[in-house]
């Protein structure tokens, strides 16, 4: 059984709102064995797979983990909704980098929409910040391995942009983690509720049915990378 198997069922069942208790007696297992089975300290049988995936209304394969799709659904790079409609949709032969940045925008979509629903302005600011040092980094280091390219594009000198990049958006980082537990941060006003980030994958995949995939598959595929770091 993979490991993904006891984190999704965990977390089905969290976002379901349903006590272990309560989960174990519907599934028609000791709740002792369902906390084993969402711990990963015993691997269940195949008939127990299927049950769970009944219970929530999800595909064995999204349990296992070899789906970020609720049902099943493996995401083709010509499946994924593009926003801006572009019609290169082959960058020189490969589809991967097509797929990333499908990925990247769709997922984009969302993270405003959630910004969005804040209307905390200063929040807002703080994750763009984040976000545009990101690209800039990317973006220099593309442009800087051509020595023909001209450095005087930039006016932070290549002594100071690596630090100073990574500390701006650390800087925004610590930031939005402080407007997000209530602190003042800049001009808007302390943010005291967050409940207009409450969701679930459920929730997610109903209020954005084009994009939801893309989000779950840029997640899955950023913890696979993560994970390789260990």
């Given amino acids: 059984m993979t490991t993904e198997f006891n984190r999704i069922i965990t977390l089905l069942r969290k976002e379901r709102g349903i006590t272990q208790k309560q989960a174990a007696q519907d599934l028609g297992v000791s709740q002792a064995l369902l906390s084993h089975y969402e711990k990963g300290i015993r691997e269940c049988g195949l008939d127990f797979v299927i049950r769970v ?13 070899r789906s970020a ?3 099943g659904l493996t995401l083709r790079v010509e499946d994924i909704p ?3 409609a ?15 940045k499908k990925l990247i925008s769709n997922s984009l979509n969302i993270l405003y929409d959630k910004l969005g629903a804040s209307q905390n302005a200063d929040l807002v600011n ?11 980094k990317m973006f220099r280091l593309l442009y800087s391995s051509n020595s023909k390219n001209a450095a005087s594009l930039f006016s932070v000198s290549n002594g100071r942009w690596h630090g100073y990049s990574d500390a701006a958006m650390q800087a925004a980082q ?16 302390a943010m005291k509720d967050t409940s207009c980030f409450a969701m679930t994958s459920q929730s997610l995949e109903q209020e954005h049915r084009l994009y939801a995939g893309s989000l779950m598959m840029l997640i899955k595929n950023s913890e696979k990378r993560i994970d390789k770091m260990k």
């Fill in 82 to 84: 593009n926003p801006e």
């Fill in 126 to 136: 703080e994750v763009s910040s984040y976000l545009s040092v990101a690209v800039y």
């Fill in 53 to 65: 995936a009944e219970y929530y209304d999800v595909s064995c394969d999204y349990l296992l983990g």
């Fill in 174 to 189: 610590a930031n939005v983690a402080a407007i997000l537990a209530g602190e003042e941060v800049g001009q808007a006003p």
């Fill in 86 to 100: 572009a019609k290169d949709s082959i960058y020189r032969g490969s589809t991967l980098p097509t797929m990333n």
């Fill in 69 to 71: 799709d609720r049902n």
